[in-house]
């Protein structure tokens, strides 16, 4: 049976994988920076964690740039 899996929804596949196992870690320090700061919403306040994770998607998916960079 041929697969109906788009190469849209490939890439898609592919970033939820990783955002949920190899860059387990980052996203949960990401969450909790934001978790820790949602109530007092700041610019950039959780930069340095979202990049750590943007960076580590980028590697882990094998695309040199993502929607979020």
């Not at 860059?23 to 820790?36: D, E, H, N, R, V």
Request: proline share 3%; aromatic share 8%.
């Amino acid at each position: 049976m041929p697969s109906t899996t788009t190469t849209v929804e490939r890439p898609l596949r592919r970033l939820a994988v990783h955002s949920t196992t190899t860059c387990a870690a980052q996203a949960t320090t990401y969450g909790k920076c934001i978790l820790a700061t949602y109530t007092d919403v700041r610019k950039d306040v959780c930069k340095d964690e979202f990049l750590k994770f943007s960076q580590c998607l980028r590697e882990a998916v094998g695309v040199s740039c993502l929607f979020f960079s």
